[in-house]
C-alpha cells in the first residue's frame, strides 16, 4: 500500500534532482551524482588518545566545500528541506564505503532547540539521519539528547566562543536506553567538534565510555 501512494505521488508531484531541479526519480540527477561523487571522500578520524575528546572516532563523507557546503547551507538556512533526500539518494549508492557504520546499536541525533525546529520547520540533521539509518540498518533513538538552552548559532562563532557557546546546553532523559549500548551521534558540520563533543560529554556522564561513542557528520570543515 505504502509503495503505492509513493508512486501516485511521484506521478501528482514528479521527484526532481535537488540540486539541479532536473527531472529524476532517485532525487539526484546523473550528472550532479557524477559532479558530489568527484567531492566524495569517506574519511575516520581516531580520537583514543585524546583526553579532550567524549568519542573516539569521528567519520564523515566530505570535506565541507563546494557543490556539499552549499547543499548544506541550503538544506540548513534556505529552507530546502528536499535536499535531504538528495544527499541520502546518494549516499546510498556509496554504501560499500562505510558499511563499518553497522557496528552501531543505535543513532543518536544531535538536536536542536525547541525555538530553532519551530523556526525552520525541521532539524537537518534529523532528516539526514534517517536516511543514513536506513542504509545501515541502524534505529535512531528518541527522546534520548536534548537541547535546553537557546544559543547563538555556531557558525557565527571563533572556535573559543564556540567551546563556550556549547557548554551547559544539553542534557540526557531516559538513560536506560543507552545503557550497554554503542551509541552513534549524528550532526551535519564538524567545524570545531565543540558541539559534537559536549553532546558526547553528557552521555560520557550517564556512565558510558567514550569507546562506545562515535561521531558521524556529512563534512568536516
Do not use: W
Not at 526519480?25 to 588518545?49: Q, S
Not at 536516511?131 to 539528547?145: D, G, H, Q, R, W
Not at 558541539?195 to 563534512?219: D, Y
Request: hydrophobic share 35%; with cysteine; charged share 30%.
Amino acid at each position: 500500500m505504502r509503495k503505492i501512494l509513493e508512486s501516485l505521488v511521484n506521478i501528482i508531484y514528479p521527484q526532481v534532482c535537488g540540486i539541479c531541479g532536473k527531472m529524476s526519480n532517485t532525487a539526484i540527477c546523473n550528472k550532479c551524482y557524477k559532479k558530489m561523487k568527484e567531492e566524495y571522500c569517506f574519511g575516520i578520524d581516531n580520537y583514543r588518545n585524546d583526553k579532550n575528546k567524549n568519542f573516539i572516532e569521528h567519520y564523515y563523507f566530505f570535506k565541507y566545500r563546494e557543490l556539499i557546503r552549499d547543499q548544506i547551507i541550503a538544506l540548513k538556512f534556505r529552507e530546502k528541506a528536499y535536499i535531504y533526500k538528495t544527499i541520502g539518494s546518494f549516499l546510498k549508492k556509496m554504501q560499500k564505503s562505510f558499511e563499518n557504520l553497522e557496528i552501531y546499536d543505535i543513532i543518536i541525533v544531535v538536536p536542536v532547540s525547541n525555538k530553532r525546529k519551530k523556526e525552520r520547520g525541521y532539524n537537518q540533521s534529523e532528516l539526514i539521519a534517517k536516511e543514513i539509518s536506513k542504509i545501515i540498518k541502524v534505529p535512531i533513538a528518541k527522546n534520548i539528547l536534548y537541547k535546553i538552552k537557546n544559543t547563538v548559532p555556531q557558525s557565527s562563532l571563533n572556535k573559543e566562543q564556540r567551546e563556550q557557546n556549547a557548554k551547559g546546553v544539553y542534557m540526557i532523559k531516559n538513560q536506560q536506553k543507552i545503557i550497554n549500548k554503542k551509541i552513534l551521534l549524528i550532526d551535519d558540520i564538524y567545524t570545531t567538534g565543540s558541539t559534537i563533543n559536549e553532546c558526547a560529554k553528557v552521555i560520557v556522564q550517564q556512565g558510558i565510555s567514550k569507546e562506545q561513542i562515535g561521531v558521524l557528520t556529512i563534512a568536516k570543515d
